[in-house]
């Protein structure tokens, strides 16, 4: 995910950029044509598998 917006079903789905979704419903290949397709006939609910990456960030400041 690039960029979600604020109030999104995205965002209140709690997807964040930089998001990356591997599977949506039964979809291994997230082919836009088929996403597409799936979202326009999703009736209530879609299931999403994502992989989120979390980076760690070191202060350089040490214990003294």
Do not use: Y
């Not at 960029?3 to 965002?11: E, V, Y």
């Not at 964040?16 to 326009?40: F, Q, Y």
């Amino acid at each position: 995910m690039e960029k979600i917006i604020g109030g999104s079903l995205a965002d209140r789905a709690g997807l964040r950029n930089g998001d990356v979704v591997d599977k949506l419903e039964d979809l291994d290949n997230l082919d836009i044509n088929a996403v597409d397709r799936l979202l326009v006939t999703a009736h209530d609910k879609i299931e999403l598998i994502v992989t989120r990456l979390i980076i760690f960030l070191q202060s350089g400041l040490s214990d003294q």
